[in-house]
């Protein structure tokens, strides 16, 4: 029975996580799906989010301020990268990785040489917000706000792409040499996308801080794996069909069931320190389960096929 109870409670805590994460994985599946850019600047610039958020409400800034911060600092970051990559020639991957090891840097200067910045005793949103809503849970306040953020995100980011600089960015990643063939900047919507993307991670992450009441100079570490696998598993179980807000949305889906099974295996027993293994293998499983699907059905259509004449 205790162990059913802590379960219970385990997931709720999940559902919560994987929502205030699931801003994160929308960047990344602007980039990875969207844009077709391989982007390891996640990394880095949800770090620098959450950084940016603590130390400014650390300082009586405005919770809301603070977030407005992040996302502007996660959108610099995601300019730096798309600089070194279109204006420089830098390959997309080796672009992402050098901003993302001097963001390393960057994020200890904000934080005053800091690799852990607390905010115990200090108001956050979701304090403001509990104080309104008395009696209720945190995770319930935590789920409350993260959907709030992820509607407005995902209808902004909906109409933003149905625009013609959204499409244009779309058509980029779909096929770079013929939109550019129509005249279309390519550069420039690789930028904008990667802007875009970064912006949210670092929301993402400046969300996720407060939420937790500290910020940590090392809190993106290994971010974009957990953002891929949750874009994977998302795709996996609600399919590619229908339109770009189903898509988006099921990517909300894939971070919360990511952020429940992680809770769920836990609880049976698993090490903390053996995350990143479970991650690197459900996204493997992940991936590998289309490509066995294509093999399955090219197996059975030839055999449905020599089986007809004997009929």
């Known amino acids: 029975m205790e162990f059913i109870q802590s379960l219970l409670a385990a997931m709720q805590d999940a559902v919560a996580q994987g929502v205030l994460w699931s801003i994160m994985t929308l960047g990344v599946y602007i980039t990875f799906r969207v844009l077709d850019f391989a982007d390891l600047t996640v990394d880095g610039s949800f770090a ?8 400014l409400v650390s300082h009586s800034v405005s919770p809301m301020l603070a977030l407005l911060a992040a996302l502007l600092g996660g959108m610099l970051c995601g300019f730096v990268t798309g600089f070194l990559h279109t204006k420089l020639e830098i390959p997309g991957i080796l672009a992402s990785i050098l901003t ?73 990643g779909d096929n770079e040499y013929m939109v550019r063939a129509l005249g279309v900047n390519t550069n420039t919507m690789k930028i904008i996308g990667l802007v875009l993307s970064n912006g949210l991670v670092g929301l993402s992450g400046a969300l996720v801080a407060q939420n937790q009441h500290f910020g940590d100079v090392g ?27 189903y898509k988006l949305a099921s990517v909300v889906v894939g971070s919360i069931i990511y952020r429940v099974m992680i809770a769920v295996v836990l609880q049976l027993g698993l090490k903390s320190s053996d995350l990143k ?35």
């Open 219 to 245: 809190m993106g570490t290994g971010t974009i794996v957990i953002g891929l696998a949750s874009v994977i598993i998302g795709e996996v179980l609600m399919g590619h069909r229908f339109s770009f807000a």
């Open 277 to 311: 293994l479970l991650t690197a293998l459900l996204v493997a499983i992940a991936l590998s389960i289309p490509v066995m699907k294509r093999k399955l059905f090219t197996k059975v259509k030839p055999a449905e096929s020599e089986e007809e004449p004997n009929d």
């Open 100 to 172: 993302m090891i001097a963001l390393y840097s960057i994020n200890l200067r904000i934080s005053n040489f800091a690799s852990n910045v607390p905010l115990l005793g200090v108001s956050t949103i979701f304090d403001q917000f509990g104080s309104v809503l008395k009696g209720v849970g945190s995770n319930v306040i935590s789920l409350i706000i993260g959907l709030l953020f992820v509607v407005v995100i995902i209808s902004v980011l909906y109409w933003f792409f149905g625009t013609e600089m959204g499409s244009s960015i779309r058509a980029t």
């Open 48 to 55: 620098t989010g959450g950084i940016i958020s603590a130390m």
